[in-house]
């Protein structure tokens, strides 16, 4: 008869997993003969708590699932844990579950509930990451019937990239909808994941740090994550504190255990909670305050992202004076306003989200019809509403980016750009020298020095140059100089027709349309010169010009290639020497060229070329000589 039951049960247990994993291997009524015939042969057979077809939803726990005692700040788990050593772990914000498992083989999930008995959710969980559905039965300590406690959660970064999690508060109510959801796909569509905390053998106590060593050769995450002496307790919290925003889940403090469970069991619990067991939060990420008014910003795309001004609270460690409200479909459907009372979460170094509202004020939501930036009208696409203006948001980003690198800003990179752009609304390249020294050293340090240095160093600079940095459309930087060479000043060149610029060879009518039709609209330029940048005339260089009556550029007009390194000067510098000095900088050695000026590690290649063509050559030192530098 046990022989019976022991097949019987073996074959309900792998017949409900298979089930449960979307693969049955019988029919619903051979199922039911399966455990009909075990509860006739065995009716108190554990298998048959756990996997019984007439289950109403409710899941007993036993022993219960209580709640941490909740200690008032970190300094309190020294005297709490009485010289104990304790085992301390992440207090995963999340929902807590219990698996069961009997002979090694996953067959019921249920939520807490109320600690005493839960929700099935046995087809979810199955479908939970880091869940193993089959663990090791063969030593004593986990045959029969054995129970991991654990949080199902959900990673921040899935959170986020989800479209609609805006509907939802945070991840923990995400996880939390998911996983009561009557549609078990979600919870592997969402990426829901567990973390244990706990395993539970019946009449078989075990110490902390074994069960961290058996759930991990299980392939369990776990909670737990080490033995310590109470006194180590305040360098453990305050460290996970310093790395909570690096770490891919919602985590709302510590949680400390008297790790001997002989210890444990002497201590008992209340109905409330264990007295081996408390938990320390870390400050609070979530707070309440009130809208003083909703702006709109223009991202790279051209989109428009509502931030909300905010009565200042204080929120995670810092002062929160801003938050986005995600965008124009969340204001709407939450009717949000100035007055409103709303929840604020802070996560990380993201900017703070508005998750819903607390209160409701007496305004109500409005969304602009056209763009605060530029004025075109905006389109929406149910959810966002969009700048119609092409050269707004990244277009505008990228003509920010080509003037740094066409000027050769070479401190300012992508990585500081894009600080400068959220942070400090920098959209134009004048906004650049209104920067103060000050400013840019809080943001970069030292590094922000060096950017103000060198922005004020490349405040004069030749037309070519300019114009290239402006960023019209179809105007190269080949381009730019032949214009400068034949109309050298900005003047004439914003007066210029299009007849008059396709006289330059090279200029076609759709280049010299493109350029009178940019430098139409004087704000392109005007800014940079209000902002105190200079155009060096040809021939005279930035930082020593001409005086009146000074003798002509020794190489005025010459044709000038430089090869090989000059040290002290880029490949730009030198083609601005020889451009303000009134040379022509050509790409390559050619016969039209009237001088190749060798610098050092210069390849042969070159000079043989310029020797067999007839062009003079000159050393670096002789030239820098030559044009007074």
């Excluded at 809208?291 to 810092?318: S, Y």
Aim: charged letters at 25%; aromatic letters at 6%.
């Amino acid at each position: 008869m046990k022989s019976l039951a022991r097949e019987l049960a073996k074959r309900i247990v792998e017949a409900k997993r298979a089930y449960y994993e979307g693969k049955p291997i019988m029919s619903d009524a051979e199922y039911d003969r399966l455990e009909q015939q075990l509860r006739e042969v065995d009716p108190k057979n554990p298998v048959l708590e756990f996997v019984g077809t007439d289950v109403t939803g409710d899941v007993p726990h036993d022993p219960p699932m209580l709640s941490a005692e909740k200690l008032a700040s970190i300094a309190d788990v020294v005297p709490w844990a009485r010289g104990q050593r304790l085992a301390w772990g992440y207090k995963v914000d999340g929902l807590s579950v219990k698996l069961v498992y009997v002979d090694g083989h996953l067959v019921k999930g249920a939520t807490r509930g109320d600690g005493r008995k839960g929700e099935d959710v046995t087809a979810q969980c199955f479908r939970l990451g880091d869940v193993p559905h089959q663990v090791p039965a063969a030593s004593p300590e986990t045959r029969g019937i054995v129970e991991v406690r654990g949080e199902a959660y959900m990673p921040v970064s899935k959170f986020n990239a989800i479209s609609h999690a805006e509907s939802f508060k945070n991840p923990r109510n995400l996880a939390t909808g998911t996983l009561k959801a009557k549609d078990p796909a979600l919870v592997s569509e969402r990426g829901l994941r567990f973390m244990a905390w706990d395993i539970i053998v019946r009449d078989k106590p075990m110490d902390v740090d074994k069960k961290i060593d058996l759930l991990g050769s299980w392939g369990f995450q776990c909670a737990d994550q080490g033995i310590i002496a109470p006194a180590e307790a305040a360098s453990v919290f305050d460290s996970i504190l310093a790395k909570r925003d690096a770490i891919d889940f919602e985590m709302d403090g510590l949680v400390f255990k008297v790790a001997d469970a002989g210890v444990q069991a002497a201590l008992g619990a209340t109905d409330h909670h264990p007295r081996w067991l408390a938990a320390v939060k870390f400050p609070a990420r979530e707070d309440t305050t009130t809208v003083l008014g909703i702006d709109w910003q223009v991202g790279r795309t051209g989109k428009l992202t509502p931030v909300a001004r905010l009565e200042p609270v204080e929120l995670g460690g810092a002062t929160i004076s801003n938050a986005t409200c995600h965008n124009a479909k969340f204001v709407m459907d939450n009717d949000l306003a100035p007055g409103d009372k709303v929840f604020i979460v802070r996560s990380g170094d993201v900017i703070p989200k508005i998750n819903a509202v607390a209160e409701k004020g007496s305004g109500h939501a409005t969304v602009p019809g056209k763009c605060p930036e530029c004025s075109s009208v905006v389109r929406s696409d149910g959810t966002n509403i969009f700048c119609t203006n092409a050269g707004c948001g990244e277009a505008g980003y990228q003509r920010l980016m080509n003037y740094i690198s066409v000027v050769g800003i070479e401190q300012i990179g992508e990585k500081s750009l894009r600080r400068l752009w959220d942070e400090e609304g920098v959209r134009k390249p004048a906004a650049l020298y209104a920067l103060s020294k000050e400013k840019l050293a809080a943001m970069f340090g030292k590094n922000g020095e060096k950017m103000w240095e060198q922005l004020r160093g490349k405040m004069a600079m030749p037309l070519a140059t300019f114009l290239e940095a402006l960023g019209i459309p179809r105007l190269s930087k080949v381009t730019a100089r032949a214009i400068a060479k034949e109309i050298p000043t900005l003047a004439g060149v914003v007066g210029a027709s299009t007849a008059r610029l396709e006289e330059i060879p090279g200029i076609g009518p759709e280049t010299s349309a493109s350029i009178v039709g940019t430098l139409k609209d004087a704000r392109l330029y005007q800014d940079l010169l209000d902002a105190g940048v200079t155009i060096v005339a040809p021939g005279k260089p930035a930082t020593e010009p001409a005086s009146k009556g000074s003798a002509p550029s020794p190489v005025e007009g010459k044709r000038i290639y430089i090869t090989g390194s000059v040290p002290g000067y880029k490949k730009d510098d030198l083609e601005a020497l020889v451009i303000a000095a009134g040379g022509t900088w050509t790409s390559s050695v050619s016969k039209n060229m009237d001088l190749l000026v060798i610098g050092d590690n210069a390849g042969p290649a070159k000079l043989e070329k310029a020797r067999s063509l007839g062009i003079k050559t000159m050393d670096a030192a002789a030239f820098l000589k030559l044009i007074g530098k």
